[in-house]
């Protein structure tokens, strides 16, 4: 063969060797994307299961102590978290990653400095804190979400959705700009078929409340993102349960127990109902987090801020198609908060950070291979 012709082959060859190496790159499975949080509910419950120094009146609250302690004491930390919350050890644990266990050297940290709840969820929904967002208030939330990040792109308009107990929601996802359909409070739900099941849901979210209350029981919360997931199908679904933290700085303990034993029963249903449906069984992804941490016994476990120790520790935990069954995971760098929406963004298969540079990094090895 001719020389030239030789070199020719051989540059043919070498050029053709990133392309193979790029198309051998797996694709990602996810084309859904699950979040839910569970306001204020510790790293410690999460972890190691009920706080057997606040099983009782004095210091927890506790009403009924003997059936609260029968269903919620374990003498191993490994058991009293399984029956405390049996879908996230039993599924998420196993088939999924689990961050903020600090007692095996991982920690998730806000880095808002303030450590209560409009200002975690703009962190951890945004990618960045904002010194601006320092209160509760129903002010419209100057930041985009990376919820309004993705609603904003072809694929994803109208395929967004969001479903809260708390009714701050619709100023924090900021739904007068992002357009995003917000389901919060003691809203009915609207935007679906008024079947029989939707009628009743409405009647029971307007009679549900006492004199004053804004934030709804989490059984109707979930009740409406489901019957939202069945009907119309978004992309990206948002739930945010709140129960866990009105009944700790109410001082119940056993109805902390009770209402985040509640919300895990609630996620594995949602989790069921979807991958019972051909639009997200085996392409969906689960995320699981909180917007803050709180104190210990015997009282600062009844409070949140930049003033009680402890406040500033989270959770978080991943279960999905593109998710290495890591468990919990161990002997990490310190990770924070800032970083749930770039991985939310890069489950879908999206850099968040090239266009929101300030956004936190996604969880290290929660998405993809890994490395």
């Known amino acids: ?32 994307v699950i979040f839910v949080m569970l306001d204020g509910l510790r790293w410690q419950d999460v972890y190691t299961g009920a706080e057997e120094d606040l099983l009782n009146k004095e210091r927890g609250g506790v009403a009924n102590v003997a059936d609260t302690k029968k269903q919620f004491w374990r003498e191993k ?29 991982s920690v998730v940290s806000v880095t808002n400095g303030m450590c209560f709840s409009y200002p975690g969820y703009n962190e951890i929904l945004c990618g960045f804190p904002d010194p601006k967002v320092n209160s509760n208030a129903k ?26 107990s708390w009714d701050v929601f619709p100023f924090i996802i900021n739904t007068e700009r992002s357009g995003i359909p917000v389901n919060s409070g003691m809203k009915p739900l609207t935007g679906v078929e008024q079947t029989d099941e939707v009628k009743l849901l409405n009647r029971l979210i307007v009679e549900n409340p006492f004199v ?17 997931l069945k009907q119309k199908k978004p992309r990206v679904l948002f739930v945010s349960f709140d129960e866990t933290d009105e009944h700790a700085h109410a001082g119940r303990y056993d109805r902390v127990l009770g209402s985040a034993h509640k919300a895990d029963g609630l996620i594995r249903d949602l989790w069921e109902t ?42 978080a935990g991943i279960l999905g198609p593109d998710t290495q069954p890591l468990g919990e995971r161990e002997k990490t760098d ?15 298969g999206f850099d968040y950070c090239k266009d929101v540079p300030q956004a936190g990094k996604p969880l290290p090895g929660a998405i993809g291979a890994g490395k």
């Open 77 to 105: 930390p490994e058991e009293r978290r399984q029956v405390l919350l049996p879908f996230l050890w039993n599924t998420v644990a196993k088939e999924g990653q689990l961050f903020g266990n600090h007692q095996k050297q």
């Open 139 to 164: 002010i419209l939330n100057r930041n985009v979400t990376v919820l309004e990040w993705l609603h904003n792109k072809p694929e994803f308009k109208s395929k967004v959705a969001a479903f809260t």
């Open 1 to 32: 063969m001719p020389r030239p012709a030789i070199r020719f082959l051989l540059g043919l060859a070498i050029f053709a060797i990133p392309l193979v190496s790029f198309a051998d790159e797996p694709k990602l499975k996810t084309e859904n």
């Open 212 to 228: 004053g209350e804004t934030t709804r029981h989490d059984a109707l919360t979930y009740h409406a993102a489901r019957i939202y």
């Open 334 to 348: 310190p990770q924070t908060q800032s970083q749930i929406a770039a991985t939310l963004a890069a489950s879908l």
């Open 274 to 315: 979807a991958q019972g449906m051909p639009e997200y069984k085996g392409k969906t992804t689960l995320i699981i987090s909180t917007d803050h941490g709180r104190g210990g016994p015997p009282l600062e476990w009844k409070n949140h801020s930049a003033k009680i120790k402890g406040a500033e520790f989270i959770w």
